[in-house]
Structures are given as C-alpha cells and as structure tokens.
C-alpha cells in the first residue's frame, strides 16, 4: 500500500533533542556529531572539511582498511555481527543446528583453521595445478578458461544476466576481463605511481611463482605483464563501458564466431554447460565491448600456449590465496593490499571468514542477521521513507520546467511503478543442494561458486524472478536495478549515520533520505534513464527533452573533471555520471520531502541551526571519509564511484538552498553563479 505524502510524514520521526527525555542518538545530541566540525573552514571553500574537518584531523585508518569513515565504520559493524553470527553455532551442539547452520559453521571453522590450511600445503590445488599444466593446445586453454569450477582468469568472460530489451528473460553476457592490476590504466598510463606499481606487480608474480615452486618466476611474470598489458591496450576505457547505447550488442552465437573467429569459441563454452541451442533457434549472446573483442581474439590466438598456463596458474594462486597456505596468503595480500591500497596489515581471519560465508551463503546467513539485528519495525519505517521520496519525487516531476508534458508522463509513469525492496529478500535461497566439508575449504570455495553458477544455469530459458535480491542482507550499501526498475536497500544500511529512529528528522533526510533519493535518481541518471518503466531498455524521451537532460549532464561532468583529489588525477566525470547524476538529484529530492514533512510549518532552530542547515549537516555526515592515496588512486581509476570527500562537495554547490543556508557568496572557491548551477530533478 503506497503512503500519501502526509501519512509518511506523519511517521516521521519527532525531534528528539527538544526533549531531555529522549533516547539517546548515536552522533552528538540530535544525530550530528557537531564536534566532528571545522568551522574555521567556511562551507563555501571545503564544504567537506566544514562538516568533518575536526574529525579528518586526527581521524586513524586502522593498519587493515585502506580508508575509514561513515561506510567503513558500518562494514566492521556488520563484520563483528556475523562473526557473532558464527560464534553463537559454534556454541551450539552440532546435532541441534539446522542443515544450513553446520553448513556456515563448517565453511567458517575450515576457514578459520589456518594450521590445518598450511598442513595441507599446495595439495589441495594440486589436481588444478596439474590440470593447467598439462594443456596442449590454444582449444585447451579455452576450454579451462571456461570451466566455471575453477574460475580461471580469461581476457573474455561470460555470464548469466538480464536482458537490456526484454527484463523478463535471462541472457548470456559476455565482455572483456582478466587483467592482474585494477584497470587499463594501470597499464597504459604515464604515471611515476603506477610505473612502480606495475615493476611491483611484476615482483609479486615472480614471488608467486617460486612460492609454488615453479622456476624462472621473473621470466614467466613479464611474459604474463607484456600479455596483460596488450590486453589493456585492446579494452575499452570505463566510461564507454557504461554507456549502454555502445554495450548492448546481441548476436547469434555464429555472429559471434564471425566478429572474433581467431578465439576457440566451442572450446571455450565446453565445459560451462551452457546451452547453445536455444528451443526458438539458434542461441542469441549479448556483447559488450564489441570492437574489442576482434582485438582480444587475436591477441590470443598469438600467444604461446606455455605464456597463458603460466598467466592461469600465477591468477589462480591469487583467487585462491586465501585458502592456500599462509605464506601464498601474505604475499597476496603484501601487493593486493599493501602496494594497491596502502593497508599495513591483513584484515583479521575472523573477519575475512564472516565475508566468505557472506559471499558463499549470504541468503543463509542473511536469515540469521536479520532476526537478530532487524527487526519489522525497522523495515516498516524505512518502507515509508522510500514511498515518502517516491512521492516528492513525483511532485517533482510534475513541477519540472524543462520536460514536456508526453515525457512527463512517461517519467511519472516509471516513478509509480518502481519496485522496493526493503532489508531482505522475501523468499529466502535454498542452499540443500549446496555441499560444505570442515576438511575441504579449497573444495568448499569451489562448490560454492558451481552452486550459484548451476542455480542461474537452470533458469536460463525460464522467466526473470523478479523476487531476487542482488546484495545480501549484511551489506553496508544500496543499489538501483535499472532492469526491473526496482530500489534495493539491505538490512545494514539502515543505521546510524544514515538512519537513526532517534535523531532529527532533518538529519534522517539529509542521510538515508539523500541515499533513497540517489538510487531512485538512478533510474533517471544519464544510462538509468534509458530504461522504462518496465525496465527494458528503450528511449522513452522526447527530442528535446534529451537534448536538455544530455546539456545538463555534459555540464555536470565538466564540474567533476575539474576535481583533483591527487596530483595529475582527476576525477572522471563521465565515467562517474551516473552517480554524480544522483547525488544530485538525491539530496535535492531529499530536501523536498523533508520540506513536504514539516506541514508547512517552520522547522525549529536546534543548537543555532536552522532546519536546512541541519539537513545539509547530515548530507555531509554520511560522507565522512579518510582515504590511503593508493585506495584513493585506484577509485579514481577504476571505480565509477566520485571519492566520498568530494560527494558532498559536488552535490551541494548545485543546489541553491545550500547557498541560502550557508550564506555561499562569490569568491567562496566552490561558489557557482545561479546560471552555472546544474538542475536536474
């Protein structure tokens, strides 16, 4: 049942900090932590630093994060809960736990026995070892790229997806893969950073290949390196491989054989079980990076059989590291973690166990989470939330004076049928067919990993279950499925600072109402606006509504590639768009529906700030971030993803009621004239 306006207002939360009985708030007395503040730096210079400049000065990132802050914080949160989690079956007797609790207590325990781990020694990879070893021919290789039990590195990859113009059928994708370093440009870019990245990286393999006893590492590194890196040369940059007018390329499976014919493309589907005789003809794949993969396909069928078994085997040791003996663990970990993103220390076993189950049986251990740590009513409240956001964003809408009526139309449309999904799935998975040995954690990864292959694979001819989550219920983030037109927001978003039942209301929207109002801007951000309001992808726009919807965007990204966060890297704009997209018109919708909630009546002044001001407080609040440069370098590259410190920064200055807020003047460094402001929603 859809709330109106006024009945999700009317749930809204009270302003707890006019009461000196009220619960406690999580940050500070009404939900801000106003000592976390720098107010020697005015909001129009940093606005960042303004919100969180005291807490950045003397805030520490643990030695095993490569960054701390709002999001971090709740990840180790979620951590410590499902190591709870695991802690409470181990407590338990064994023959007392339901078959999916011994299956999360024997996939923990198996993991957290690092001396039977490094007992075993290479044994357990052994026979894939053995298997990579003894490939003969260019078909071979294929054939083990494709074997989805050991999840081998390939220059393509393939999988089981929805279909961009029919999101009730499922679809083979396909899309280049398989470079060793986060991105291309860790390849092709003249830095001095990544130039030592890359002869680390070169190091790392080499130590690799003599801790598995394999000769003449440095050799065989630079030949895996100068293969990968004709790989990079041959990818498309990211922000081409967002755009879904260039991505979504079906053919038939022959169409396929005639783009890319020097690749074995019957060996390389051999062992994947995939069907490629569909019952209306023949089998139609969807392409991504469609000019590359002539590229790729040549760049395989010129290498040396020997140079890809070693580029499987040095990748297979990374994918496996951690259930490997220590030793193949901490040489991983020395470069993944210390020389890509700075971290000093690995995260704890116990911690890094939690996110295997996480990973392997999140649904499983979701159940478990959420009749702990979520109760109905926390989902009941946060459902009003969204369809409180839903409804501005709707009056919205109806108020934009750039669109044209028919497009108004379909945009309201869209806004009226989109999906939610609150905390957890309402169908839990079932895990029965999956099998866990205490004795068998390498085994134990790989049977995991075949379970949800063989779980999408049944259901490749069938209709789309639109029931599905794509994220479990421990995971600190939110996402916008395009493709079913839904909203999602799992169990462990919903705290503080994003949402505290506690906390002002201006606050609340400022955090979790800014994080609904971004994934529903999703659906409307420069690629989600080319679903409808079915989820197919289909143009729905006017003319001349695009034309002013693509100006405004092109503008927006001008903004974010004038960004630096380190010497000679910008930010991305077009790479980023779509989320820059939506924080903008998150908080602005955010700010909308706060207003709607007050009943036109004035918001109180709380501790000297007015209801806007605490509003954008705690907009900047969520934001709060402290990066290593090397994470920070590697976001900027290859994540489409703005960093956190600038989020704030760049959302903020496009609104005008943050100027009237703060008294933003020109010569404030971020000021932008009236004109120069980028409204969208």
């Known amino acids: 049942m859809r709330r109106s306006l006024i009945a999700a207002a009317g749930l809204t939360l009270a302003v707890t900090a006019a009461h000196g009985d009220a619960p406690k708030t999580q940050y500070g007395t009404w939900g801000f932590d106003t000592a976390a503040m720098d107010k020697n730096v005015k909001p129009g210079d940093d606005y960042f630093q303004f919100v969180n400049g005291n807490w950045y000065k003397t805030a520490e990132i643990p030695p095993d994060r490569s960054s701390t802050g709002s999001f971090q914080d709740l990840r180790i949160l979620s951590e410590k809960r499902m190591q709870e989690i695991a802690a409470s079956l181990d407590a338990k007797p064994y023959d007392q736990l339901s078959d999916e609790e011994k299956k999360l207590r024997d996939l923990y325990d198996a993991y957290m026995d690092q001396a039977g781990i490094d007992a075993a020694g290479l044994k357990p990879a052994q026979h894939d070892l053995d298997i990579i070893a003894h490939l003969k021919t260019r078909e071979d290789v294929a054939a083990a790229m494709g074997d989805p039990r ?61 801790l598995a006893g394999i000769k003449d590492g440095e050799k065989r590194a630079e030949g895996v390196y100068e293969l990968e890196r004709k790989m990079a040369e041959a990818d498309w940059p990211n922000a081409d491989r967002r755009d879904e007018d260039k991505i979504y390329n079906p053919m038939t499976y022959a169409e396929l054989k005639k783009l890319a014919p020097q690749y074995p493309w019957d060996a390389f589907f051999s062992k994947s079980g995939l069907p490629l005789d569909a019952k209306g003809g023949e089998r139609q794949v969807i392409v991504a990076e469609k000019s590359a993969f002539p590229k790729l396909a040549a760049i395989f069928a010129e290498t040396p059989v020997e140079t890809w078994k070693d580029y499987m085997t040095v990748h297979y040791l990374h994918t496996y590291a951690s259930v490997l003996p220590k030793a193949f663990d901490d040489e991983d970990f020395a470069f993944y973690g210390t020389v890509l993103s700075g971290n000093t220390q690995q995260l704890p076993r116990g911690a890094r166990a939690a996110h295997l189950l996480d990973n392997l049986m999140g649904e499983a251990l979701g159940k478990v989470y959420v009749a702990k740590y979520f109760p109905p009513e926390a989902k009941k409240k946060a459902l009003d939330l969204v369809h409180n956001l839903l409804e501005a964003y709707a009056e919205d809408i109806k108020t934009l004076p750039w669109m044209t009526p028919a497009t108004r139309a379909k945009a309201l449309n869209k806004i009226n049928h989109f999906a939610i999904k609150i905390g957890y799935p309402d169908h839990w998975r079932d895990y029965s067919a999956l099998t866990i040995k205490r004795d068998d954690l390498l085994g134990d990864y790989q049977r995991g990993n075949l379970f949800e292959w063989e779980r999408q694979l049944k259901r490749l001819d069938r209709p789309t279950d639109k029931t599905e989550w794509g994220m479990s219920p421990p995971t600190v983030n939110a996402y916008n499925n395009s493709q079913w037109n839904e909203i999602v927001f799992p169990a462990a978003i919903m705290q503080p600072p994003f949402f505290d039942p506690n906390a002002d209301d201006a606050v609340n929207y400022g955090g979790i109402g800014a994080v609904i109002g971004h994934e529903i801007s999703h659906g409307f951000d420069d690629q989600g606006a080319k679903f409808d309001w079915d989820g197919a992808f289909n143009n729905w726009w006017s003319p001349e509504d695009k034309k002013v919807f693509e100006e405004k965007t092109s503008a927006l990204g001008k903004q974010y590639d004038s960004y630096e966060p380190l010497p000679g890297i910008h930010i991305n704009g077009a790479f980023t768009m779509g989320e820059n997209v939506a924080d903008n018109a998150g908080i602005a919708i955010a700010l909308k529906a706060y207003h709607i909630s007050l009943h036109g009546k004035p918001a109180p002044v709380i501790d000297g700030f007015t209801g806007d001001q605490r509003f954008y407080l705690g907009f900047g609040q969520i934001w709060r971030s402290k990066m290593r440069d090397g994470a920070l370098r590697q976001q900027l590259l290859s994540n489409e993803h703005s960093p956190a410190m600038w989020r704030p920064i760049g959302a903020v200055r496009n609104q005008d009621e943050w100027y009237a807020a703060f008294g933003v003047k020109p010569g404030d460094k971020y000021y932008l004239p009236p004109d120069q402001r980028v409204h969208l929603w």
């Open 150 to 210: 050991m999840q081998l590195y390939s220059p393509i990859a393939f999988g089981i997806g929805i279909n961009d113009k029919n999101p009730n059928a499922y679809s083979i994708n396909l899309g280049q893969a398989g470079l060793g370093l986060p991105d291309r440009d860790y390849y092709l870019r003249d830095d001095a950073e990544l130039a030592k990245t890359r002869e680390a990286y070169k190091k790392h393999m080499a130590a690799m290949f003599a």
